[in-house]
């Protein structure tokens, strides 16, 4: 084989390597994307979704019986998950949804008033937190204890540390199967107003990461 038909052949390999690399960088780029593409933001919740909340130790609970004052109460749940009730002692409350404590309330009761009409709202959600970590001066769980946005999450946090990027602030929340679904937050454009509902209400169990 003569000296130019190697230096050709030579030539088509390297620009057929050439090639198949770039694709393969095409390959990878696209799939990298694909795996960090954030989620749609969520709506806020529900306020009927208060109803559906699981009830935890430390959860501080406030019950009203109508037309009962006497029976109305503010009370913790214990460490034993139960609280206590007048006329009932003690009733297992962890891990019911308030809906069901209401009715159980409302069964247990009926033994003593005529068609109870209970009503439990959850004044503190001490059972409940989120992770925050990074570039903020505390990593740790802050306690949810009311609706939580990831602004005020940094801020219980004690705010962001000078090198943090504001810009790509990630929140990892878990979904059914134990899957997970990231959403991002750009602090800097949310509060020049250029993010309207970015700021997003978190939930139990979310990991709110501040990159450096």
């Keep these: ?94 891990g019911l949804q308030v809906i069901e404590l209401k009715d159980v309330l409302a069964r247990e009761l009926a033994e003593f008033i005529v068609s109870p009409d209970v009503t439990v709202m959850v004044v503190e959600m001490n059972s409940q937190f989120v992770s925050v970590l990074g570039a903020v001066a505390h990593n740790g769980r802050v306690p949810i204890t009311r609706d939580l946005r990831v602004i005020e999450a940094v801020a219980l946090s004690g705010g962001f540390t000078t090198f943090a990027n504001k810009r790509k602030i990630r929140i990892v929340r878990r979904v059914g199967n134990g899957d997970e679904v990231e959403y991002r937050f750009d602090y800097d454009a949310y509060i020049k107003g250029r993010a309207p509902g970015s700021n997003i209400v978190l939930k139990n169990g979310d990991t709110v990461i501040v990159p450096f």
């Design 1 to 94: 084989m003569s000296k130019r038909m190697r230096g050709t052949m030579n030539k088509r390999v390297t620009k057929s390597v050439s090639i198949a690399v770039l694709m393969i960088a095409h390959l990878l780029a696209a799939c990298a994307y694909r795996v960090s593409t954030p989620a749609p933001l969520p709506p806020d919740p529900d306020p009927m979704d208060r109803e559906s909340y699981t009830i935890g130790v430390t959860d501080v609970l406030r019950i009203t019986v109508w037309k009962n004052p006497e029976l109305d109460v503010t009370v913790p749940v214990r460490p034993d998950g139960k609280i206590s009730f007048p006329l009932l002692d003690d009733v297992h409350a962890e």
